[in-house]
């Protein structure tokens, strides 16, 4: 894998072994980006259920200012440490080693808020109810949050947003929605 847009592009980074996660593939990562790229400039990027940290480091070679990348899995935390150190970007990049209800908890509390919000879930668990009512919290002004999921999920709503607009790739969707 490696980062495809942006100041680092080409730089190459692991995905954790095993089955367990399913890295966005490139060509989505880039499609992502290239239709956010005004709202990333300069943006706070929360990567929920990061895996790699591929989003999150992508999110910052593409112009964020910084990026959080939340994962729970031991195996994955040790990837994404290592991803952040070899792309250079832990000025930037912080690893968040918990489960998204944790961290999306922990940011509401601390009255942290989020430009861009990406969510990849395992897809045969989906968002949560906690994540589709607590997101809100921890959004900010003309905030953005992009969901991958499985290609003919009905995926339902976020509360506090609407969606505007959902692109497919293949088996893969990519629904973006924006702060009501």
Known sequence: MRIVGGWASGLRIEAPPGQGT???????????FNSLR??????????????????????VSWGAASSVAVEPNRKAQMVIRANIERVNMSEWVRLWPGT???AVGHFRDKGHQFDLVICDPPWKDGL???????????????????VEHPTGQDFGPLMGT??????????????????S
Do not use: H
Request: hydrophobic share 40%; no cysteine.
């Open 100 to 102: 998204a209800e944790s």
């Open 128 to 146: 949560s109810a906690t994540i589709r009512e607590g997101l809100q919290d921890v959004l900010a002004p003309e905030a953005w949050v992009v």
């Open 22 to 32: 399913r890295p966005t593939t490139e060509r989505v990562r880039e499609a992502i």
């Open 38 to 59: 005004n709202q990333v400039e300069g943006a706070r990027v929360l990567d929920l259920y990061a895996g790699s940290g591929a989003m999150a480091l992508e999110s």
């Open 162 to 179: 609407i969606l505007v607009k959902t692109r497919r790739y293949g088996d893969t969707t990519i629904s973006y929605w924006t702060r």
